[in-house]
């Protein structure tokens, strides 16, 4: 087999396997989980009233919520979350109001006779479920119950009293069935009949299985979210995918020629990959989930401009292609690797702390980092040396790198450290200006701050004039009067946001009657979500400690690679320096803080520490090559960002195209998560280019003159 046929093989194996995981991830889309955010449904949180409940009894009541839960849909999923608290996650529910309210109320449930005497409680019932039967060809609705043990011989000695008679069951002081006893009845499994109906049937046994919780339970943080707002949200974020792939691939076309069209194959491979492990690792998908899948489509082509900027490099000193192309990779690997790595790093940290949609955000974001080294290290190597045996050996095909027009950073490091210090000392007056002014140094969102948040999608854009007259009154009338009702458009949209105190269920099942008798909108177009204080204080907590663990292994990682302090202390302050310029935009603008910030502020971290460390790996290598001892520490350092310049704004281009598509396309929540993406994209290239190699810079020449000094007073000794 000649060299160009194998290259051909090779070249039609990667497309057609590409073909078939985008067909595959195409035709399965329907099998990815979705979140509430997308699917629609209702969320709630519940703590026990007790502090301190026993495992057996947060055990049980998980179980029996979880029987009561999948009366509604049999997707639901009931969970512990810490010690004393439990997640419920109902998806497509279509009367979520009605939901919330019974499953707010688990209370009690009891077999009594007709003298209102207790024979049996809930917790003597196994379970309990509807079923039908058919006698002489007539339908009948029934109810079997199954007992335990002690049940069993609770409900033989009832029914064995009460022949002839009706033995009432009672949830929460109302009888919801009362059947009459026609004989004892052993071995611990009834039937109840006849019932009017399959449904009814079916509500009255979900009641029964709920029974009565072992432990008592408050209600902490429900979202009620319509399914319409998914399908938009779904489609808007599909566009901006769309879009942005499609300009990512026309740039590094035109800026990388036949290695741009390597890198696109890969590319349009990622995405089908990334699809199939979406369903094989059966992640759930939200919408800060779909931004991290988009993000890190962006993300995935920097690993290839660092390699196509290196063979540029190689064929610039004269080397062949074969050679450019086998150098290029292998002195592109350590940058790669240590770049990809703290990224994960961050999205672990966000897995670990985070819930819900972060964790969605944190799943997206790794599989995404994995699958773009895979395309990028094996993928694109193959195209590349299948391109290269098929005959393409002309190095302007592959585009040349001359030398380097070495830039003086170091000259204007002062510069750049007064720019930066006063955008964040203007962040900090601005924080200072918000307390004064709010009570509040950022604009919190519900979930650090507490209360409830309606969002509206109206048939045409209201004016603000006409929530104040024509919304706002029902707010007050569903709350008893509250005046604190805080109205929102979201710009581009019909949405309009309404923020209040907490609302109860009774107040808002009033709301949404309210609101759809009035503007004739359904109530999937009604987005509600309900968060208590002591939620929102625990999410501040949380979100400071992922911060500074992340932050804290980044150091250590970039200690150990790179052998040297100096390169982790002057990362974490780059690093410092990008959160406190997003900060600075989060207090100017008054952007909404909730629980995607943190998810927004670890990707910030993950993105920039990349760039840092592929001028920080052109440094270590001009020192490995002696560069610091003949032209000196300044050049070194100056030569290093100069050869990575191109990388960078590369880099930077192409992952603001896919958030910026974003912003362009997506619905409300997914452009309040990508605006500040945007701004810490920027911050990070300004930082990684002007900030963290200069830094590094003068905390060697610190040290060198602490050692030359602490020399000169050991010799005057």
């Known amino acids: 087999m000649n060299k160009k046929f194998k290259a051909t093989l090779q070249l039609l194996g990667v497309l057609i396997l590409t073909a078939a995981f985008c067909v595959l991830g195409y035709m399965n889309a329907n099998n990815i989980k979705l979140g509430l955010d997308l699917n629609g449904g209702v969320s709630i949180t519940y703590q026990t009233v007790d502090e301190n409940p026993t495992a057996e009894q947060m055990s049980d009541t998980v179980y029996k919520l979880q029987m009561k839960a999948q009366s509604y849909s049999d997707e639901a999923q009931v969970y512990k979350e810490g010690d004393n608290r439990i997640n419920i996650d109902i998806p497509g529910a279509t009367d979520a109001n009605a939901i919330l309210e019974e499953l707010g109320e688990p209370g009690t449930l009891e077999f009594a006779d007709e003298n209102g005497n207790v024979l049996l409680t809930g917790d003597d019932v196994k379970t309990a479920s ?22 069993a011989k609770k409900f033989e000695e009832a029914t064995k009293n009460n022949v002839g008679k009706r033995i009432y069951i009672i949830y929460n002081n109302e009888v919801i069935s009362s059947p009459n006893v026609k004989e004892a009845i052993s071995g611990g499994q009834a039937s109840i009949s006849p019932i009017e109906s399959y449904d009814e049937a079916n509500k009255i046994a979900s009641t029964i299985r709920i029974g009565a919780l072992p432990v008592k339970l408050t209600e902490l943080r429900s979202n009620v979210i ?4 998914g399908v938009e949200a779904i489609a808007s974020s599909l566009k901006a995918a769309a879009i942005g792939i499609a300009l990512v691939i026309l740039f590094m076309l035109l800026v990388y020629r036949l290695p741009g069209l390597a890198s696109s194959i890969a590319l349009v491979l990622y995405v089908g990959l990334e699809m199939v492990l979406l369903q094989a690792f059966e992640v759930t998908l939200t919408l ?39 150098a290029g990779f292998e002195k592109a690997l350590s940058a790669i690797l240590d770049g990809n790595i703290t990224t994960l790093i961050a999205a672990a940290v966000l897995y670990l702390r985070g819930s819900g949609t972060v964790k969605s955000f944190a799943s997206t974001l ?14 694109t190597r193959t195209l590349l040396n299948a391109f290269l045996a098929m005959g393409a050996e002309n190095p302007a095909l592959y585009g040349i790198k001359k030398d380097t027009k070495i830039i003086d950073f170091i000259k204007f490091r002062k510069l750049a450290y007064s ?20 009570g509040y140094i950022f604009n919190y969102d519900l979930d650090f701050k507490g209360g409830s948040s309606t969002t509206i999608t109206f048939d045409k854009d209201l004016s603000m004039e006409e929530v104040d007259q024509q919304v706002i009154p029902l707010f007050r009338e569903a709350t008893g009067g509250d005046a604190s009702a805080q109205a929102a458009k979201v710009a581009g949209t019909n949405e309009v946001i309404i923020k209040t105190r907490t609302m109860s269920t009774e107040e808002r099942t009033k709301l949404y009657n309210s609101i759809q008798e009035k503007f004739s909108i359904s109530e999937d177009k009604i987005v509600t979500e309900n968060i208590s204080g002591a939620v929102s204080r625990e999410m501040k907590t949380d979100a400071v400690w992922a911060l500074t663990i992340a932050i804290f292994c980044m150091l ?21 320096h990008d959160v406190l310029v997003t900060v600075t935009f989060y207090a100017a603008f008054r952007w909404a803080v909730g629980s995607n910030f943190i998810a927004c502020i670890l990707t910030i971290v993950g993105y920039s520490i990349n760039a840092t460390i592929v001028v920080f790996d052109r440094i270590r290598e001009n020192i490995q090559k002696g560069e610091v ?38 619905v409300s929540s997914i452009r309040d998560f990508s605006m500040p993406l945007m701004v810490g994209i920027v911050s990070g290239a300004w930082s990684s280019v002007c900030i963290a190699g200069p830094l590094w810079y003068d905390f060697v020449s610190l040290s060198k003159k602490n050692k030359e000094k602490a020399q000169a007073e050991k010799s005057k000794k």
């Open 130 to 151: 509807a079923g039908m039967t058919n006698q002489n060809n007539n339908k009948e609705y029934v109810i079997e119950l199954v007992f335990n043990e002690a049940g």
């Open 226 to 229: 319509g399914a319409t707002l």
């Open 288 to 326: 800060p989930g779909i931004a991290g899948v988009i993000l890190s489509i962006g993300m995935a082509v920097d690993a290839n401009v660092i390699i196509f900027t290196r063979i540029k490099e190689e064929l610039g000193q004269g080397n062949s292609v074969e050679k450019a192309i086998k």
């Open 366 to 379: 790794a599989i995404g980092i994995v699958v773009s080294l895979i395309t990028a290290l094996f993928v």
């Open 419 to 438: 720019v930066s210090l006063v955008v964040i000392i203007a962040g900090f007056a601005m924080l200072f200006m918000n307390k004064k002014n709010t």
């Open 556 to 576: 250590i990682y970039i200690w150990v690679r790179f052998r040297d302090i100096k390169f982790a202390s002057s990362s974490v302050l780059a690093l410092a």
């Open 629 to 666: 001892k003949k032209k000196g520490l300044e050049f070194a350092v100056n030569e290093a960002i100069s050869n990575t310049l191109t990388r960078s704004i590369n880099t930077s281009i192409t992952t603001f195209i896919t958030v910026f598509c974003l912003f362009l396309f997506g």
